[in-house]
């Protein structure tokens, strides 16, 4: 009589499977082929299994155990890529309410348009005197602002467009630098710009916000909505 070798090595493909790789529904990866195979191989092997060495229930368990790692594996990631997608959509949805709207993010520019140019600083903690430098395109100082002690927390500011030598500033784009004090020593202080979004973009990395200065935050990077 001649013997045939016993063996419980799955097929390659469900192997492959269990490995994470790539698989859709008609693919020769997916699920269902892969049960179709596993199925032939455990079909097979008992066919052809040496009669005084039989696979033992442990054998097969353990096959069958494989299959259905295999199989949920696969439902599992189809799950994810769902819930996913909808998450993505929902973040559009809701981003897509955000157009129009100003927003203050990280930044140091102030636009100026002839009445009032509206920005803001982020305090970690309380300062005993906060100072403001304005600026003009070339960088150079036109207006300084003392504001002394301030509260932590998102500190709103306005700048009516003056310079030091009281003289109203062109309508346009300016920048400002912050600076802190508390208990004598250098505090922290986040300059933020106030910022119009005209559009979204949902992309691989998430929802990205674009904003009039033409660039672009995550919804994260919002500190707050005008």
Partial sequence: MTTIQNTTTPSQSLLDSVNGKA????????ASAV??????????????????NPMDNAQVTSQMAQLSTVTGIDKLNTTLETMMSSAQASQSLQASSLIGHSV?????QIKFDGTAGNFAVELPTSTDNM?????????????????????????????DG??????????GDYQF?????????????????LQQVNSITAGATGVKLNLGDASSVATTDVKQIY
């Fill in 162 to 171: 003056y310079s030091d030598t009281g003289t109203k500033v062109a309508n």
């Fill in 35 to 52: 049960q179709d195979r596993f199925m032939t191989l455990l079909v097979t092997q008992m066919k052809n299994q040496d009669p005084l």
């Fill in 23 to 30: 698989s859709t529904a008609n693919s020769p990866n997916s």
């Fill in 104 to 108: 203050l993010v990280a930044g140091n």
């Fill in 177 to 193: 630098t912050v600076s802190a004090t508390s208990g004598g020593q250098s505090a922290t202080a986040n300059a933020l710009s």
């Fill in 131 to 159: 100072k403001i430098t304005i600026s003009d395109s070339a960088g150079n100082p036109i207006r300084q602002l003392v504001l002394g002690k301030q509260n932590a927390g998102i500190v709103p500011l306005s700048w």
